[in-house]
């Protein structure tokens, strides 16, 4: 085995926590080497180019980006192949791709929030992969920076999680990882230093030239054996309205070309001789066409329609598959279906049948690994497990805005036996950052959902932040009653903690529905009439059904009303306009508020137009007769 180096060649992921400024900091590498040329107007975030992740503020797909960095630290022309990665866990399919690309990470950590809870998930993936880490603290100018205490906690950080994983990757070696070059950086100003600033001070040099040299010196040049055959791993998957099918990947071995025919290794061992019809390499983010490839190179190919992630690019003659991709087990489900309320197919062009459901459902499989989509026996609904109840609200949202009619189900944890046949749920670690006067409503609020504090820390700043562990079923419908105790101030963020024994009932919300007993239109009078005593979710003059939930009730149990009750003429004069003027606004409900807030016996209705929450069962009496059996079964169990 030969092996040899690609010197002009640098692949590194750079890791966060979710909104410590990652896609910023990126922005600026590019800016700052040239790579959008002098007239091209290009917009903030531009790594975040779906319209949900522009929305939210946050990075749901891992994307790559080249820079080509001919600076004072280098010989000459080097490409920094740079891939952007999400920082919330429940994308960590994406993560653990992006990390499959590169052979070192910049650690990038808030210069005043420091580690948290994403850092740790996205550092420990790192350190599973053996790569190399350099820290970047961003951020150095906010007021509240506090630069050494958050250097001295990822250096911590580094630590325990090296040595937690000594036990499980014998070979690892320690001294490497905590041997971490630290640089400080402002990415919105582009300026980075390794000399640390004043706590609120930009660094004392105006460029990046630091953080370039940083990840020229530290992240090594990829290695390849010289001898091998084509080794080429299908990281991602786009498609092209021109080419079809994107396949990207990572060159290990050999060299690819526009043309050649190669062997294309599925996830079953099985394999085919394929034609690569087109060849794509990445310059600042855009693709454009190349003849061949080399080790080490991330580039796109075409002409493989039934290509999917986790499969080899070989050799035809001599064929060396590399290893699938493992992705952390799904932890929350969720029934997807086609819209089965009253008011399904109102709008014309909305897509509404099972097998466009299904068919959709499959796409997404393609292309999202730590999704899975399970047959639960019903022709028109599917189970769909991920990692959180964000990613599966995102594909839901996406469908939503493709024009599909769902109905969809209130996400619930996947379950497991343990070896002596207990049953066991997901738990999470959660970190809470919160004002300090909101400290016992916070642990009050935990208590209740089977949370155990682990730790809290007091940072003399009037702030404190909190550590717990907790069912990830008590995490279902968490944020909303969180944001209203802490009056939108605290801050809350979790990862997986693995699997325990069943935590036993947790109580959801403590207030009940508002539904309404017939179909009809909202009118303004019994809006009036009832709002004494409920919160609404809809407005006057829209159309409801029997079995819709139009408010929330200040007290626990469910009340059936007639929201359609229209006012008796009289002879008097009618004050309508006056009437509306008296109702207070009806609360709006977003699709992950919605799924937050359903009970088990509810479910959301999605539809391109609006979010609707409605009964499981819609007939009232029907409805009823259920809820007393259920009474009489949990009293003889």
């Known amino acids: 085995m030969a092996h040899a180096l690609r010197p002009d060649l640098r692949n590194v992921a750079i890791i966060a926590h979710v909104d410590h400024g990652k896609t910023t900091l990126v922005d600026a590498m590019l800016r700052q080497t040239g790579s959008f040329g002098e007239h091209a107007h290009v917009e903030d975030r531009a790594m975040d180019s779906g319209d949900l992740e522009r929305e939210k503020g946050i990075t749901i797909l891992a994307k790559n980006t080249a820079i080509t960095y ?265 029934t997807v279906g086609t819209n089965t309320s009253p008011l399904a197919g109102k709008v014309k062009g909305h897509k509404l049948t099972a097998r466009m459901v299904k068919d959709r459902l499959d796409r997404e499989l393609i292309g999202n690994v730590s999704l899975k989509v399970l047959d639960i026996g019903r022709p028109d609904a599917w189970e769909v497990q991920g990692r959180g109840e964000l990613a599966l609200a995102i594909l839901v949202e996406n469908m939503r805005r493709e024009g599909f009619e769902l109905t969809v189900g209130k996400p619930q944890v996947v379950t497991r036996r343990s070896d002596d046949g207990k049953v066991q749920e997901p738990f999470e670690q959660l970190t809470i950052d919160a004002p300090e006067e909101y400290l016992g409503s916070i642990t009050q609020l935990l208590a209740a959902r089977k949370g155990r504090m682990e730790a809290m820390t007091n940072h003399g700043t009037g702030w404190v932040r909190m550590e717990f562990v907790v069912p ?27 699997y325990d024994d069943w935590a036993g009932h947790i109580v959801a919300r403590s207030s009940g529905s508002i539904v309404a007993d017939r179909a009809g239109v909202v009118t303004p009078f019994a809006m009036l009439a009832l709002q004494e005593r409920m919160t609404f979710f809809v407005n006057p003059t829209e159309e409801v059904y029997e079995g819709m939930v139009v408010g929330e009730n200040s007290r626990a149990d469910d009340m059936d009303v007639n929201i359609t009750k229209e006012k008796k003429l009289t002879n008097m004069r009618s004050a309508n306009a006056d009437e509306l003027e008296k109702l207070t606004p009806p609360r709006q409900l977003s699709l992950e508020e919605s799924l937050e807030w359903a009970r088990e016996d509810e479910c959301v209705e999605v539809t391109p137009e609006i979010i609707r929450i409605r009964k499981v069962i819609l007939d009232h009496t029907v409805r009823a007769r259920e809820t007393a059996r259920l009474k009489r079964q949990d009293a003889n169990a």
Not at 472 to 482: K, M, P, Y
Not at 487 to 498: D, E, F, L, P
Request: cysteine-free; aromatic content about 4%; charged content about 25%.
């Open 70 to 334: 001919n600076g004072e630290h280098s010989d000459g022309p080097v490409t920094i192949n740079v891939v952007d990665t999400p920082g919330h866990a429940d994308f960590g399919g994406e993560v653990e791709r992006a990390l499959s690309m590169v052979d070192g990470v910049v650690l990038l950590v808030d210069s005043s929030e420091g580690p948290l809870p994403q850092t740790r998930f996205v550092l420990r993936k790192a350190l599973e992969a053996k790569l190399p880490v350099i820290l970047l603290v961003n951020k150095t100018d906010r007021p509240d920076a506090r630069i050494a205490h958050v250097e001295s906690e990822a250096q911590d950080l580094l630590l325990g999680l090296a040595s937690d994983l000594v036990a499980d990757i014998p070979d690892l070696d320690v001294d490497a990882l905590l041997d971490v070059p630290v640089v400080y950086a402002s990415g919105r100003n582009g300026a980075a230093s390794r000399n640390r600033p004043e706590n609120g001070q930009l660094p004392d040099n105006p460029d990046l030239e630091p953080l370039f040299a940083a990840i020229l010196e530290h992240v090594p040049a990829p290695s390849y054996d010289d001898e091998a055959p084509l080794q080429a791993w299908v990281t991602n998957l786009d498609s092209s309205p021109f080419l079809g099918r994107l396949a990207l990947l990572r060159i290990f071995n050999g060299t690819l070309r526009k043309g050649q025919t190669v062997a294309w290794v599925r996830h079953d061992g099985s394999h085919a001789n394929a034609r690569i019809s087109e060849l794509l390499v990445t310059q600042a983010l855009d693709r454009v066409p190349a003849e061949s490839a080399g080790p080490g190179d991330i580039v796109a190919i075409a002409g493989i329609d039934q290509i999917t992630i986790g499969e080899t690019i070989a050799d035809p003659e001599d064929i060396r598959p590399l290893p699938a991709i493992r992705v952390d087990d799904p932890a929350i489900s969720m």
């Open 472 to 498: 990830s079923r008590g995490l279902i419908g968490f944020r909303t009653e969180f944001m209203s105790v802490t009056r939108g101030t605290g801050v809350a963020n979790a990862i997986s903690a693995g």
